[in-house]
């Protein structure tokens, strides 16, 4: 597999140093991504650079992740307005050894073969090096001019609102730039790859390399992700979409991709999958002669959830989900967990019910028209029962005076009620 055609074809190039494409098909290299340890999950804006090196490794090559101890203790002054916080030994430590099991869905961290993953940490080099050897020795290559000529300071000093950059920001791409020169001369790094907001401390880095041990190295960049409507792709109201399940659940997180439009599961089925050319331009073709079907959409988002979770988080998503939108069973909603349950009724009508009324035994009408007023009137109440349009936890309601009890209880608490397809209301019983 030629590593630069797969990308290219995945739209994931942005811009690529010359020379690039020969090194990786003249021998296996190794390549490495850094990334940033700020927080002990990673969300799906790190997906793009996790990909590329799930790619390289496919193609023959060695992939290194690099987690961000030392750069993450300063904060990479890129595409930031403002300096971030600084976090603690123990925490970055956390933070990696979370990351890494993340990483090993996508990478081959244990095979015996030359082209393993391998994880390192910048803080573990980092660590002991003095401010005076660090400036004597890797200070005296790289020139202010040089590193004021990058996009990343340039825009941080010419901001309107500036506060300008501390020299700590200001260090943070000569420290990426060792980082790279460390991974050439220990293990023979010869690409770094990442976001374009990176080309500039990839760069520099090449530009170490060469300057002090006299070697070439290269850079690839992808593009950074939009959404077709130009908006922050990997957002939503709530916040990141991560890959953690404690932050974000399979459900929603399998609800993020399956939402996506028809532009972006067009964009977006090329660079988090890994489906082959045919196989994705067969699904194009499928959603263009039906697109209401949303088959690019359903396989982007078993394809990623499967990747990120398993085959079966996937299938209790996929279940979850038929409960508002196709014909699930009342054991469907019996069999999900709380969190799901709620996350699946999130933002409808909701009402506090008796839990002794219920216990007692209470009649359907008096439960939807008066406990919760999901009718406004016992008579309207009566005629939709009649067209067969009332469901209580998915069964139809045959009349309008059947008895609810506590058996009704989902998770010792809640009780749905439906009326017509679209119309639910959670009763909590309190």
Known sequence: MNFVEELRWRGMIQEIMPGTEEQLQKELTSGYVG?????????IGHLVSVMILKHFQRAGHRPIALVGGA??????????????????????????????????????????????????????????FSFLNFIRDIGKHITVNYMMAKDSVKKRLSGEASEGMS?????????QAYD????????????QMGGSDQWGNITTGTELIRRKASGEAFALVCPLITKADGTKFGKTESG????????????KFYQFWLNVSDDDAEKYIKIFTA???????????????????????KRLAKEVTVMVHSDEDYDQAVEASNILFGNAT?????????????QVFEGV?????SKDELAAGIKAVDLLTESATVFPSKGEMRKTVQAGGVMVNKVKVENFDDMIDSSFLIAGKYIIAQKGKKNYFLLVAK
């Not at 020299?167 to 420290?175: A, N």
């Not at 196989?279 to 959603?287: D, G, K, R, T, Y």
């Not at 009342?330 to 969190?339: P, V």
């Open 349 to 353: 009508p909701t009402f506090d019910i």
């Open 180 to 191: 790279y020169l460390h991974l050439y001369e220990t293990l023979g790094c010869r690409i």
């Open 71 to 128: 750069t993450g203790m300063i904060g990479d002054p890129s595409m930031k307005s403002a300096e971030r916080n600084l976090l603690d030994e123990a925490t970055l430590r956390h933070n990696q050894e979370s990351i890494k099991k993340q990483l090993a869905k996508f990478l081959d961290f244990e095979s015996d073969k030359p082209n393993a993953a391998l994880l390192v940490n910048n803080y573990d080099w980092m660590k002991d």
């Open 275 to 297: 489906l082959s050319k045919e196989e994705i331009e067969a699904l194009v073709m499928e959603q263009r002669s039906a697109p209401h079907l949303r088959p690019l959409q």
């Open 330 to 342: 009342a054991d469907a909603l019996k069999k999900l967990d709380e969190e799901t349950f709620l």
């Open 35 to 43: 990334i940033d340890p700020t927080a002990d999950s990673l969300h």
């Open 167 to 175: 020299f700590t920001e200001f260090s943070y791409q000569l420290m």
């Open 240 to 251: 990141n979409v991560w890959l953690e399940r404690k932050y974000t659940s399979p459900y």
